[in-house]
């Protein structure tokens, strides 16, 4: 059984804010980044040196997008219909302006 998620954080991107060569200063970068309000901050170690990583911690609500484009999607487009409807006419009609200019 696999346990559900329920961090509403979870998945959410982490943006690189800076790259340090020592811990030491990485730590103090993200203990002032931890100060401002609705951040989450955390340090990596890649490729021999340091990165603070940041993320906001404010859950923006999904949207979610119907299948269809709109409600109208299905609708027949009366004007379209009727300027269709005039070209298969003017197809079947022969040209009636032979040799006039």
Known sequence: ????????????????????????KADKARKKHLKEKNQQAKVKKLRGSYVVKARSTIVEARRNKS???????????????????????????????YGKR
């Open 67 to 97: 299948k269809r484009k709109n409600k109208n999607f299905y609708k027949k487009n009366e004007k379209f219909d009727e300027l269709s409807h005039n070209r298969k006419e003017n197809i079947n009609k022969p040209p009636t302006n």
């Open 1 to 24: 059984m696999e346990a559900e998620i329920k961090d509403p954080l979870y998945g959410r991107p982490w943006k690189n804010i800076a790259r340090f060569d020592t811990f030491e």
